[in-house]
């Protein structure tokens, strides 16, 4: 898959099959988050793996629209070290989830609502925060990836010199 068609059918799906990521694909989607580039190169973040089953369900419960979450074989935490940006840990998690979709792994951004309950869980240090956590799996059917969700037209959204 080149990139351009990569990035065009990239979905957030919900639905996986059971089986599990294998290692050395996981290893990939990691690199491609440690990759991404950030301000001034800090590199403020940390990714925490998580596989077994009644940990994705703690996680689970720190956000609200998370039910999907304990069923995907892999979660990845995207964790924010003091001073990093949204933008530092979008870049990574964008990055992850696209190393993914070439290896035809699906996967969906969840938000953490209650981020103390994330944080807890997590186990992290002070200042910390878990920007996004993520989760991977291999699509469950067609069907599950295209909820026809469409997006805006080009000519709503591009400006030419200013707004
Ligand atoms: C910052 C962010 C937070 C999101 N949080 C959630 C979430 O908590 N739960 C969820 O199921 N999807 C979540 N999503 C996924 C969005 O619902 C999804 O990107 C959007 O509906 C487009 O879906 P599509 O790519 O399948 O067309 C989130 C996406 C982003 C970028």
């Known amino acids: 898959m080149d990139a351009y068609t990569n990035i065009r059918t990239k979905r957030d799906s919900r639905s996986y099959k059971p089986d599990p990521i294998p290692e050395d694909v996981l290893q990939r989607i990691l690199q491609a988050g440690r990759m991404a580039g950030s301000s001034k190169n800090t590199q403020p973040w940390g990714f925490v793996v998580f596989r077994d089953e009644a940990r994705k369900r703690e ?15 892999l979660v990845i935490a995207v964790i924010l070290t003091p001073g990093g940006g949204p933008l530092d840990a979008g ?3 964008q990055n992850m989830m696209l190393a993914a979709w070439a290896e035809g792994i699906t996967s969906c951004p969840v938000a953490m609502h209650d981020q103390d309950c994330a944080a807890r869980t997590v186990g992290l240090p002070p200042e910390h925060r878990v ?4 989760s991977f799996g291999y699509p469950e059917s067609k069907e599950s990836m295209h ?14 010199e200013r707004w």
């Open 147 to 160: 909820r026809g969700i469409q997006r805006k037209p080009l000519e709503e959204l591009v400006h030419h």
């Open 91 to 93: 870049r990574a998690a």
């Open 59 to 73: 996680l689970a419960a720190c956000g609200q629209f998370a039910e999907h979450v304990p069923s995907a074989p």
């Open 131 to 134: 920007a996004i956590v993520l």
